[in-house]
């Protein structure tokens, strides 16, 4: 991971490996492999990816509230907007979900945890041992929310985070999610295996976040391409160019070898052709450019 | 054969256990956001080669009334399995323990994350199961508020049953009341095996399930005879299960302020008592009596009458029972109450809380102890410089690790396998 670091990556996305059928091969669960590379990197963005049915929206803002602390402002949250088949047999819901309650489900899971992650104003906290004031009451805001799913009185249990709030990145969208999602992330990973799609689905999400009067640029979409492909900088340019998107993210089987590969070779030949850049930003928001608290 | 020695676990709270630690001249009021803090407590706690650190853990706030919680420091913190992936990587030895909740959890989650935290850890980690007792956490996770005690209780039994299917390998597939699971845990096991099981429930049904499932059971006990008759009470139901007396770590906490003379000490505690504001020791002592209008009685008054709560049972029966023995107020309780929350307090210098905790631990009271230090870092600076090497010269407790894991320090068997 310091050698991505080293490299000037933007960030590393974590997926979660969760039942697929297949035995695992990472022995670590996201969110806590991300809390410690925080504590090893210091730049570096990190991002766990988190399945909304595999936990409580509460828990999972903590969670990732937390997780912007420790990392000083780096940490962005990958929500997926679709689901995994055999996840809700796992978390007790034998008889699953239709999808389109899968998707109100995430989506109002989704805005629940923003809506925590900025309960606490950020000059909530006062620490003033002599008057024994350790906040200002008034700037603490639960959010007494009932909702078709869940019900969450609030505030959020952890402080503001160095961020305001930890990224959001949205990824899997199916054009039914669009408005949702130009309303709400903060990146967007696009899957489309062609660029012009890729692009179609670019211009549709800064169309709509121009609706819904946001700065269509403050959303970073993002392509993914496999590294396996052996990209080189000049292909990886063209595909952002013809996707129309701010950059690319690339797939990394968590095998040694095939990570080794990626990190000393791929990454520095990459960042020789001026591909990847160093940004001055200290949190992940800086570095991608994105408004401190972006969302209307 | 080495003689038995006692197992030391710091309680970690950021600011302190003291309700009004933050307040302390010394304490490090910004602890609730300082990772780095956290870190430096625990190396100090390895340092004194305890067996673990351990995390609480409630998912709301502390207190419903905005104006008392914002005369303490414990409505922020960080998340406790965030904060042990943290001290995972940069700890070594010591064994890393965090409370998480049956009712606001899915075993399958859980028992990955801890799972994780296992492997992140090479075999320092244990879960201390709770069944939350808070009306303002139930809020957070539905609108039904907090669910009846026998409920919870319910909850957690098939919980444990289920995580420690998922952890230990035994066949997948699990139809149950609250739960479903079908495929197997998909994160490898780590070097014990699995996590150490930790409980700190003491209704009838609290023993009873650690009785069934727990390696190391916290407490809280006022009297040698509380502790002893806790003591002897879940050893005694362990036979029913299979097990052994010596499968189940018991540890009440003791909460303790140590300095050279007991003079100087009694005036540390003095000075820390000085800083509890009235109501915010009224509004913590209401809170474990599972009552919301204490502070309509006058406060140099004795305690009410109180009806069971639907709580925490027994820190309930312990508060009235203290309030009863010793004669004291509302007022007085209260300000008792705030130093530990109902745990073991001592006040005196190395010598005499060695003296102490040794009674404790030879008069069968006790297998170790879960240090709450008043404030951090200086009471733990001062337990692991004064008491710890008073502990290690009358042989009572370890100069060096025994091995790497939680399980190994403990001196517990590897979880069987089906
Ligand atoms: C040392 C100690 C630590 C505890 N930590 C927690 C905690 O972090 N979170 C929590 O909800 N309850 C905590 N408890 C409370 C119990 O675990 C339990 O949930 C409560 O006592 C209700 O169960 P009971 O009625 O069986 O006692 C703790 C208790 C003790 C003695």
């Not at chain 2, 699995?194 to 209704?203: C, E, L, T």
């Not at chain 2, 020791?281 to 004795?302: C, E, K, Q, T």
């Not at chain 2, 109450?337 to 010598?351: D, E, I, K, N, Q």
């Amino acid at each position: 991971m310091r050698k991505v670091e080293a490299a000037d990556a933007d960030m590393v996305i974590i997926s979660d490996s969760l039942p697929s059928g297949e035995p695992s091969i990472s022995p670590f669960e996201a969110t806590t492999l991300l809390a410690a590379l925080a504590t090893v990197t210091d730049r570096i963005g990190l991002v766990a990816s988190a399945s909304t049915l595999a936990h409580q929206p509460y828990n999972l803002a903590r969670r990732f509230a937390s997780l912007d602390i420790i990392s000083h402002g780096r940490t962005g949250w990958n929500a997926t907007m679709r689901q995994n088949p055999r996840e809700a047999a796992n978390f007790s819901r034998p008889e699953g979900f239709s999808d389109d309650d899968f998707r109100r489900r995430a989506k109002e899971f989704i805005d629940i945890v923003r809506t925590l992650w900025v309960g606490w104003e950020h000059d909530a906290l006062l620490f003033d041992k002599a008057s024994g004031r350790f906040h200002d009451p008034d700037k603490m805001h639960p959010m007494d929310f009932t909702g078709e799913f869940f019900s969450v009185r609030g505030p959020l249990n952890v402080a503001r985070s160095p961020q305001d709030s930890p990224l959001l990145l949205l990824s899997d969208l199916e054009q039914a999610d669009f408005d949702f999602a130009s309303r709400r992330a903060d990146v967007v990973l696009l899957n489309e295996p062609k660029p012009p799609e890729a692009k179609a689905a670019c211009d549709k999400l800064r169309h709509r976040a121009r609706e819904a009067g946001r700065d269509p640029l403050s959303i970073k979409m993002l392509t993914v391409a496999d590294a396996r492909q052996e990209p080189d900088g000049a292909s990886l340019e063209a595909l952002c160019l013809a996707s129309g998107c701010d950059g690319v993210v690339l797939t990394v089987q968590p095998h040694p070898a095939a990570f080794e590969d990626f990190s000393e070779r791929l990454l520095p030949q990459l960042k020789r052709h001026g591909l990847i850049e160093a940004h001055p930003g200290k949190t992940l928001r800086d570095r991608l450019e994105l408004d401190k608290d972006g969302w209307p | 054969m080495t003689p038995r020695q006692m197992k030391l676990g710091l309680f970690l709270w950021a600011t302190g256990h003291h309700i009004a630690a933050w307040r302390h001249s010394d304490a490090h009021v910004r602890a609730g956001i300082d990772i780095d803090h956290h870190v430096k407590l625990a190396r100090t706690a390895e340092a004194a080669k305890f067996d673990m650190v351990f995390c609480e853990d409630a998912a709301g706030l502390r207190e419903a009334n905005v104006q008392i919680a914002s005369q303490t420091s414990r409505s922020i913190g960080f998340e406790p399995i965030s904060l042990l992936s943290v001290l995972a990587v940069q700890t070594e030895r010591i064994g890393l323990v965090s409370t998480a909740s049956t009712s606001y959890n899915e075993p399958y989650g859980l028992a990955r994350a801890f799972a994780s935290l296992d492997n992140l850890s090479g075999g320092r980690a244990g879960w201390n199961l709770v069944t939350s007792a808070s009306p303002i956490e139930a809020a957070n996770f539905g609108a039904t508020g907090l669910r009846p005690h026998a409920d919870r209780y319910a909850r957690a039994r098939e919980f444990a049953t289920v995580i420690t299917g998922l952890w230990n390998r035994r066949a997948a597939g699990h139809d149950g009341e609250s739960f479903s699971v079908r495929d197997p845990l998909d994160v490898p096991p780590s070097p014990q095996g699995a996590p150490v099981m930790v409980q700190a429930g003491a209704s009838d049904d609290g023993k009873d399930l650690a009785a069934r499932t727990a390696d190391v059971v916290f407490s809280a006990a006022q009297t040698f005879e509380e502790a002893k008759a806790f003591y002897d009470d879940l050893k005694g139901r362990l036979a029913a299960y299979g097990r052994q007396p010596d499968d189940v770590k018991i540890m009440p906490g003791v909460a303790p302020i140590v300095a050279a003379t007991r003079a100087e000490a009694q005036a540390k505690y003095d000075a820390l008592q000085e800083l509890i504001p009235d109501e915010v020791g009224v509004a913590l002592l209401s809170s474990y009596l599972s009552i919301s209008d204490l502070w309509r009685y006058p406060i140099d008054g004795p305690l009410p009458e109180l009806p069971e709560g639907e709580g925490m049972k027994s820190r309930q029966a312990l508060v009235i029972e203290q309030a009863r023995r010793d004669g004291l107020s509302i007022r007085q309780l209260a300000r008792y109450f705030a130093g530990a929350r109902g745990h073991w307090r001592l006040v005196g210098t190395a010598s005499q809380i060695a003296d102490e905790l040794q009674a404790r631990f030879e008069g069968g009271a006790a297998d170790g102890f879960n240090v709450m230090p008043s404030w951090f870092p200086g009471e733990l600076d001062a337990f692991a410089t004064l008491v710890v090497p008073e502990l290690q010269r009358r042989g009572l407790f370890r100069t060096d690790y025994e091995g790497r894991t939680l399980r190994e320090h403990l001196g517990l068997k590897r979880p069987i396998r089906n």
